[in-house]
């Protein structure tokens, strides 16, 4: 059986997951860099988020659901360090990004899409 070649982005997916794809890429690429930089663990999660978003992209149903895990374990640490750590307007935007991504995840097109055409 030939094997098909990887992808990092597909074109053919519904709008929601094409920019699931994409914030999770983003999101890692930042967390990156606030790993190397500041050394902080909880970024990690989002490295995470995008081996699920390499797998969403070549249509995987396990890719779906990491991305989904980690972006739901995300949402909750963004939620606790702004109630018990500061409540600015940095965290808010990381806690509005982290749910946008959780939206866009759980959003009826790409869970439909995601039943019928992942394997």
């Not at 094997?3 to 914030?23: C, E, I, N």
């Not at 970024?43 to 081996?51: E, G, N, R, S, Y």
């Not at 659901?65 to 739901?72: D, N, R, T």
């Not at 982290?98 to 439909?112: D, F, M």
Request: glycine share 6%; hydrophobic share 60%; proline share 4%.
């Amino acid at each position: 059986m030939p094997q098909t070649p990887r992808k990092w982005f597909d074109q053919s997916q519904p709008q929601t997951l094409q920019a699931a794809v994409v914030l999770c890429y983003l999101n890692a690429a930042l967390a990156l860099l606030g790993v190397i930089v500041f050394g902080a663990a909880l970024p990690l999660l989002l490295l995470v988020a995008a081996v699920g978003a390499n797998g969403i992209a070549n249509e995987r149903r396990w890719g779906y659901w990491v991305a989904l895990s980690a972006a739901v374990a995300y949402v909750l640490a963004q939620l606790v360090l702004f109630v018990a750590v500061s409540q600015s307007l940095g965290q808010i935007l990381n806690l509005a990004f982290a749910g946008v991504l959780v939206a866009l995840l759980l959003h009826p097109e790409s869970r439909h899409y995601q039943r019928i055409w992942f394997r």
